[in-house]
């Protein structure tokens, strides 16, 4: 196997100049290039007279009499007239003037396009188009994503080579067993009929292939990197005190059943002598944080001590006064450990932790510091772990003697995409929300109705509630045309001299943040102009407008996430979307928004809008690394290599296996930003 991860540069044909443009495809050696997988095909046998052409998408074949280039206000527009002798017909390519030094009066030429009639003319929008030649292939052929000095053929060129010399190399690791029992072709088999399928049959069987084993090695990789090889030394949660009691007794609303099923997946995990690795997800406002509560009660009652560790210094002070109220009147001593926590005050607190007499500990980032040490940590709680790196997470579960982890995610995410991200960790959801509360009203306004917003916003305020006003940028700028949160701030304070603004963005420091959420909750503060840093854990009940400026910009979980923060008390609450999309994706996003308040509905939606990697962050995840498998199409194969993954079973063990790990999901820097 080792030839396979030979430099490309060394390959017959390729060089210097050839690997430093291959390398901007992200092929460094000839594993990269097999899964390299073509991006689509084209039937260049299977194509349609011109005089036969009728309105849709359509292939041609023909000879070029002429072509020019036009030049508009908006638009660069290129021109070519194509003729195979039953007719003629326009190809038109937009803002790709470079195209008159490449096709030119009496090539032959293949293109792919969609019929459009301009003025009664019909004209070829081009998608693809292939130069042809002598040599020149007439049957399937992969179309490859290409960069600047590689064209298709150079490509088609370079992977043939490749299939012949060097496939017999690649190890077929997963057992006959497993292969006959799912259905799957032999390794060799399926890159060669993913790189030229000789019929749709093929082509299926050999994705198949190669979607299963993707998913499968890519779910062999989280449980390497994250499940280490325990002997002993797993906490067991026995219940010494009624403290778990005592904390519902004093819950002045009954749990949901959501909330109750996943009390008891919890308690159950924690009652085992093994160490509890548990997802809750739900929507927003389903009660999430009073389940981790119960989780943490649990621990506290049979003698350990808890951490709960949010992305942002809000959060974690949200969560610091929450425990307190949670846990008025039973003793627990709960302390809080951030980046402004001054030096006396770290010292003492550390301490405290150290010594046993801290019972809860509540932070950021600053938790898993060196220094930070636990007498006896049995259960770990991590909120919003989206916005921490698999490492990250790693440092503090690793304190203690391997406690019990329970990570929480106010994002809704699609069944399919956690499992693939969270390989090794249950699921635990809440999909219900308390009883009483109303649905948030969605409404999406073009920017020249802003003023309408407006007065729903005074409105409201007038009848004694908050609003929100969210920008995406603090300040102006000159590159980005988008509503910023400072020059909003002054301009309603002028439409609406009458109400109280508050101005909240991460360029505050911890102190003005804190002081300005604790106005906006004591309801000095009518309006809060901010940016996306209230988009989760901020709980106003007070709050019944959000107005969200330059909407089409921001992702639908997002925007999701932005709705949830209204509509937590019990008066009907608004949602208002102010932007202009001009692209297709934009407005989806904001009819999905108005169509449906189920989160799991908008993930669902979000991921079939986006696609796995802009959904979480290809740079924490590494989901772009997946190059044949789809989480929207291949469910069930998700949860089948999930499974046998947890027992490794089925993939042959050999001293490569590690190799083709790491080469096939390169590891990158996954500790997140915030």
């Known amino acids: 196997m080792d030839r396979l991860f030979e430099k490309i540069q060394f390959v017959k044909g390729v060089g210097p100049a ?27 046998a299977n194509t349609t007279l011109i005089s036969q052409i009728g309105s849709g998408n359509c292939n041609l074949r023909g000879k070029v009499l002429s072509a020019n ?34 096709i030119k009066p009496g090539q032959d030429i293949f293109i792919a396009g969609k019929v459009k009639s301009d003025y009664g003319t019909a004209q070829v929008s081009v998608s ?3 130069i042809l030649d002598e040599s020149s292939d007439l049957g399937v052929m992969p ?41 799957l072709c032999d390794i060799a088999y399926a890159f060669n009929h993913i790189h030229y399928p000789s019929d749709r049959e093929a082509y299926l069987q050999a994705r198949k292939r190669l979607a299963f084993e993707e998913l499968y090695l890519f779910q062999l990789s989280l449980a390497k990197e994250r499940r280490p090889d325990y002997d002993e030394g797993f906490v067991v949660h026995q219940v010494q005190t009624n403290l778990v009691e005592q904390v519902i007794e004093q819950l002045p609303f009954e749990l949901t059943q959501g909330q109750k ?27 999430k944080t009073v389940v981790a509560v119960l989780a943490i009660a649990r621990a506290l009652a049979s003698g350990y001590q808890a951490a709960l560790m949010a992305p942002t210094e809000i959060l974690a002070d949200q969560h610091y006064t929450g425990l307190k109220k949670f846990f008025d009147h039973t003793g627990v001593v709960i302390a809080r450990l951030t980046g402004s926590t001054t030096a006396g005050v770290r010292s003492s607190l550390l301490e405290a932790v150290r010594g046993g007499e801290a019972d809860i500990l509540v932070g950021t980032h600053a938790l898993f510091q060196e220094q930070v040490e636990f007498a006896r940590l049995g259960l770990v709680v991590i909120d919003e772990q989206h916005r921490f790196g698999v490492r990250q997470r790693a440092m503090l579960g690793n304190k203690g003697t391997y406690p019990d982890v329970l990570v929480m995610t106010a994002t809704p995410i699609p069944r399919t995409l ?25 409404i999406n306004i073009k920017k020249n109705m802003r003023r309408r917003a407006y007065e729903l916003l005074r409105k409201e305020v007038n009848q004694g509630h908050q609003a929100y006003v969210v920008c995406p940028l603090v300040e102006e700028s000159e590159s980005q045309d988008l509503q910023a949160a400072t020059a909003l701030y002054e301009q309603l304070g002028r439409i609406m001299p009458e109400l109280s603004f508050g101005l909240l963005h991460g360029r505050l420091k911890p102190a003005d943040k804190e002081a300005v959420m604790q106005q906006f909750e004591d309801g000095y503060i009518n309006v809060l102009i901010a940016t996306t840093v209230v988009e989760v854990g901020v709980d106003v009940p007070g709050a019944t407008v959000m107005l969200i400026e330059e909407a089409e910009r921001f992702g639908l979980s997002q925007l999701h996430q932005l709705r949830g923060r209204v509509g937590r008390g019990k008066e009907q609450a608004y949602c208002i979307l102010i932007g202009n999309p001009n692209t297709e994706e934009g407005i989806k996003r904001l009819q999905a928004m108005e169509k449906t308040n189920d989160g799991f509905e908008i993930a669902r939606l979000d991921l079939l809008i986006r696609g796995p990697g802009e959904f979480w962050g290809v740079r924490q995840h590494g989901l772009n690394q997946l190059k044949v498998a789809d989480l929207t199409r291949d469910q069930g194969m998700v949860e089948i290599t999930r499974n046998l993954a947890k027992d490794r079973n089925g993939c042959e063990e050999d001293p490569v296996w590690d190799l083709y790990i790491q080469n096939k999901f390169k590891k990158t820097d996954d500790i997140a930003s915030n």
């Open 261 to 287: 099923r996943a009390v008891e997946e919890i308690q159950a995990d924690m009652e085992k002598p093994a160490r509890m690795n548990r997802l809750l997800q739900g929507d927003v406002g389903a009660g």
């Open 128 to 130: 693809y188009y292939e």
């Open 69 to 102: 280039v036009n030049h508009t206000r908006r638009f660069t527009i290129f021109k070519a007239l194509i003729s195979d002798g039953s007719g003629t017909i326009t190809a038109v390519w937009f803002n790709q003037p470079y195209l008159a030094t490449i």
């Open 418 to 442: 956690a499992l693939t991200i969270y390989g090794d960790l249950d699921l635990s959801i809440i999909r219900e929300l308390p009883p009483g509360r109303k649905p948030v009203k969605t």
């Open 18 to 44: 050839r690997n430093k443009q291959l390398n901007r495809l992200g092929i460094y050696n000839i594993f990269d290039l097999l899964w390299f997988v073509p991006r689509g095909y084209f039937n260049q």
């Open 143 to 183: 179309i490859y994503a290409l960069t600047a000095g590689i064209s298709q053929k150079v490509l088609r060129r370079l992977v043939s080579y490749v299939l012949e010399n060097y496939l017999r190399y690649y190890p077929d690791v997963l057992d006959l067993r497993l292969k006959q029992q799912y259905g």
